[in-house]
């Protein structure tokens, strides 16, 4: 469905200048944006990313990941196609690089943004995750069921890669609740060659997030050779912890996909060298995905006692009481049911 588009400005000579994402694109007449899915038609900006999904599914929260937002709830994910990235080892590169492959005939199903509420409303979800793809770039389409899902009760998260303007922040802060937030590489050279972006706009983004009072959890993918080496990682550690130590960092272990298939899956080593590094960084909370048997369970920070322990994406035991730990009465950052 095409619908107008929000954040752009009129340029010169019918051209529209987008103020959605980092790249903020210039988009000609007839012509669409990096991602695809914004597009300039006589002078005005529309999305071709609205009111339909490529994607939908009751999730745990978990899964996201967010371990610190509502453990052991469901939430259900959406997702449109396209994205403002071209990363090579895009792990849902059959829906989030579709508009630009030619052989297109995606498959999509119409569902407002009410009927996402409902359907979330219906499944017991706690939350409405809007994942999968880049959310930023079904902008408008999140924004609408955000604000209906907010008056249904729920909670709104974005799983996204950060490239998105302090303007489309600014926006949608009212209505998000959470995101994780995927902090590919420390070195700007990677996000140009790989993403076809830059580091800096992804670091603004997770600062400006946990000052707008949105909950901010970051992953990792660690891809042998790319960006794999102790200093990298390291440097990833400490910017967390700049902007705040309790935010926990997901450790994930890459595994060949779509165009990258060269790099073996991540050692074990490597992934257990970045934790320490996190550690030692002043990190409170680090975890390791994409392994079985990693370090899943959320630990008190002050006493070391499990809080949530975990089996997989599935919570098998929460202690908490109201936020605190109840053997030394540490404070848990993040988001958790009240409890009488």
């Not at 119409?110 to 706690?126: E, Q």
């Not at 390291?234 to 298939?261: K, M, N, Q």
């Not at 030692?280 to 899943?296: C, T």
Request: proline content about 6%; some cysteine.
């Amino acid at each position: 469905m095409t619908r107008d588009a929000m954040l752009w400005e009129p340029g010169e000579g019918s051209r529209v200048a987008c103020r959605l994402c980092a790249h903020r694109c210039v988009i000609e007449p007839g012509k669409a944006g990096v991602c695809a899915v914004r597009e300039n038609r006589d002078g005005r900006l529309v999305t071709l990313a609205y009111g339909e999904v490529v994607a939908v599914h009751v999730d745990p929260i978990e899964k996201k990941p967010l371990y610190h937002f509502w453990p052991g709830s469901k939430a259900l994910s959406i997702a449109t196609a396209g994205c403002n990235f071209r990363c090579g080892f895009c792990q849902n590169w059959q829906i989030s690089q579709a508009p630009r492959r030619k052989e297109g005939g995606l498959r999509s199903e119409p569902l407002p943004p009410a009927d996402i509420v409902r359907a979330a409303v219906d499944s017991g979800c706690r939350s409405i995750s809007y994942t999968y793809t880049e959310p930023t770039i079904f902008f408008e389409y999140a924004y609408d069921t955000a604000k209906r899902a907010r008056e249904a009760g729920l909670l709104n998260s974005f799983v996204t890669n950060g490239y998105m303007t302090a303007e489309a922040l600014e926006t949608i802060a009212p209505w998000l609740d959470a995101a994780n937030v995927d902090l590919k590489a420390f070195r700007d050279g990677t996000y140009k060659k790989i993403c076809g972006a830059r580091l800096d706009p992804v670091l603004d983004s997770i600062r400006l997030m946990h000052r707008l009072g949105i909950w901010v959890e970051v992953t990792t993918l660690v891809v042998p050779g790319l960006n794999d080496a102790a200093d990298e990682l390291g440097s990833i550690a400490r910017f967390i912890a700049s902007v705040d130590p309790a935010l926990p960092w997901h450790i994930s272990r890459f595994h060949p996909d779509f165009e990258y298939t060269d790099a073996p899956a991540t050692p074990l080593a490597t992934l257990e060298a970045a934790a320490a590094a996190g550690r030692r960084e002043g990190l409170k909370h680090v975890y390791v995905g994409n392994v079985a048997g990693g370090p899943e369970d959320t630990l008190c920070a002050a006493c070391g006692l499990a809080l949530i322990r975990r089996r997989g994406f599935s919570v098998v035991a929460d202690v908490l009481e109201d936020s605190h730990c109840p053997r030394c009465g540490a404070v848990l950052a993040g988001r958790f049911a009240k409890r009488s």
